[in-house]
């Protein structure tokens, strides 16, 4: 589950979100996990009955959230659900992005359970506690409201020991960058890195470090701005949509091009922010259960 913090602007008097945010991870048992799909097919089922779906919906805010036949009871519904399988007794996972500068450096890190105590998690393909991310670049206007959509111009990412094929800092890096026509082939080798990042099948939390999930849309968004004719470019590490006659993985919020947004599932303020490798988890999460008994 992914948690963030919400408080109460009092300058623009209005409800808004913290850039922060916390991923809890519960291991269920077999039984637990079947008493879970039980009650979601069932609540799904119930707002069906009342006309609300989310049937080739992109994802976003759940439609039962914002109707008015089911806006009042439905949020309760959920919580219920989900706390029901999900407490501290099979808690076994918390990672954290915590804002160090505004809208310029992100921390990543997180803590593992073994038999009841709790050790600093050590990231995936780095083996150490911490990743930071730094966004130096200048943009026009206030870092307060949505931000620029140029990629920045110093985008740091520490430490900086990856594998080859993942290293993509010759892409979101000025330092790294040509600045002329013989990027194009670069980035479009990086791109192949890029897809994996955001494909469920090719990688996964215990594979993947964590801002390489979080800076791939951005990454992706760079390059096309750049070459107009990498949005044409398809890797063979791209998720395919299970069911197109179900699923629309189309991004439709504010977090699709914005690079000044890491956030990868949550709200940037009050607007809904997601990046496309969570809406490809979620495809292929629905999908399983949907193929599965």
């Known amino acids: 589950m992914v948690w963030q913090p919400v408080q109460f602007d009092g300058y623009d008097e209005k409800w808004t979100v913290r850039d922060a945010a916390i991923h809890s991870v519960h291991e269920l048992s077999i039984a637990e996990f079947e008493q879970l799909k039980g009650e979601l097919w069932q609540l799904k089922a119930a707002n069906q009955r009342k006309g609300v779906t989310t049937h080739k919906r992109p994802l976003g805010v759940h439609p039962a959230l914002v109707d008015p036949r089911t806006a009042a009871t439905f949020n309760e519904q959920i919580q219920n659900v989900l706390l029901d399988c999900c407490g501290e007794n099979n808690l076994v996972r918390v990672t ?53 959509k140029e990629m920045d111009a110093t985008f740091n990412v520490l ?27 670069v980035f479009e080798n990086k791109l192949d890195a890029v897809a994996r990042f955001r494909n469920p099948h090719k990688t996964n939390f215990h594979t993947l470090d964590c801002a390489a ?24 590490d791209s998720y395919q949509n299970p069911d197109p006659s179900l699923f629309d993985l189309e991004n439709s919020t504010v977090g699709r ?9 949550g709200y940037f303020e009050d607007q809904p922010a997601l990046n496309q490798r969570a809406i490809h988890e979620s495809a292929a999460t629905a999908h399983w259960l949907n193929t599965h008994e």
């Open 159 to 185: 430490p900086e020991e990856y594998p080859a094929d993942d290293n993509i800092f010759a892409l979101i890096n000025k330092g790294y960058r040509q600045e002329n026509e013989d990027d194009l082939p």
């Open 257 to 265: 091009t914005a690079t000044r947004i890491v956030r990868g599932f």
């Open 213 to 236: 999930c979080h800076y791939a849309d951005a990454s992706r968004f760079y390059a096309e701005t750049r070459f107009p004719g990498l949005k044409d470019h398809h890797s063979p």
């Open 96 to 148: 954290f992005m915590s804002l160090m500068v505004p809208t310029r450096w992100w921390r990543f890190g997180g803590f593992v359970r073994d038999e009841g105590e709790w050790t600093p998690l050590n990231i995936p393909r780095l083996g150490v506690p911490n990743e930071d991310i730094f966004n130096v670049a200048l943009e026009e206007g206030s870092a307060k409201g949505t931000p620029g």
